[in-house]
Nanobody
Framework: QVRLVESGGGLVQAGGSLRLSCAAS????????MGWFRQAPGKVREFVAA????????YYSDSVEGRFTISRDTAKSTVYLQMNSLKPEDTAVYYC?????????????????WGQGTQVTVSA
């Protein structure tokens, strides 16, 4: 079983940047496809980005495409989400997750393990 711990959230002005980290322990991040999701108050959890197990393929939601980048440091067993040109609507709790064998990368139900989340707040 993998344990995931996110960090790097905080308060930033619109147009700014943040980099979220997700450290995996128990099993390495390279053992899984990894995803980032977010949940704003009163809204359902939504897909943000994913990285295939091989590291060859990345996936993004339309709302973050071109602004966010998912990457992985295999040696550190850590997955990152670089967020640029942040907007107030990016405000949410961000979660990283390790995907199981089945299901689409964009579906939260496809993921077996989740971190505790990190708050990102973007002020106007």
């Amino acid at each position: 079983q993998v344990r995931l711990v996110e960090s790097g959230g905080g308060l930033v002005q619109a147009g700014g940047s943040l980099r979220l980290s997700c450290a995996a322990s128990g099993r390495t991040a390279s053992s899984y496809s990894m995803g980032w999701f977010r949940q704003a108050p009163g809204k359902v959890r939504e897909f943000v980005a994913a990285l295939s197990q091989s590291g060859s393929n990345t996936y993004y939601s339309d709302s973050v495409e071109g602004r966010f980048t998912i990457s992985r440091d295999t040696a550190k067993s850590t997955v990152y989400l670089q967020m640029n040109s942040l907007k107030p609507e990016d405000t949410a709790v961000y979660y990283c997750a390790a995907k199981g064998a089945l299901g689409r990368v964009t579906w939260s139900a496809s993921y077996d393990a989740w971190g505790q989340g990190t708050q990102v707040t973007v002020s106007a």
